[in-house]
């Protein structure tokens, strides 16, 4: 079990926008640069879903919900990823996670009012 730790979520009006990160501080670069970080988020009542997914050669892929706003990115020196957030809707609110070598963080939350 990998630990990781999410922050910077928070509440947002419409429109606003939101930087997440996500570290992994007890790993080292030689383990977490080669894997894949993906970001997850789940509302009340419905299933967990990926949100962007980076993998170790800096691609990435979204889901169509978020395509044009959200932007992946990482960081394997800080062992970090990071989720850019822009242009949000109140149907972003949900608690984020971020995922790494099957392991889950704790989630933060995002609230978006309209």
């Known amino acids: 079990q990998v630990l990781l730790v999410e922050s910077g979520g928070g509440l947002v009006q419409a429109g606003g926008s939101l930087r997440l990160s996500c570290v992994a501080p007890?790993?080292?670069?030689?383990?977490?640069?080669?894997?894949?970080v993906a970001w997850y988020r789940q509302a009340p009542g419905k299933q967990r879903e990926l949100v962007a997914l980076?993998?170790?050669?800096?691609?990435?892929n979204y889901a169509d919900f978020v395509k044009g706003r959200f932007t992946i990115s990482r960081n394997n020196s800080r062992k970090t990823s990071y989720l850019q957030m822009n242009n949000l809707e109140p149907e972003d609110t949900a608690v984020y996670y971020c995922?790494?070598?099957?392991?889950w963080g704790q989630g933060t939350q995002v609230t978006v009012s309209s």
């Open positions: 995922n790494f070598d099957q392991s």
């Open positions: 007890r790993l080292i670069f030689s383990v977490f640069a080669p894997k894949d």
């Open positions: 980076i993998r170790s050669d800096h691609t990435t």
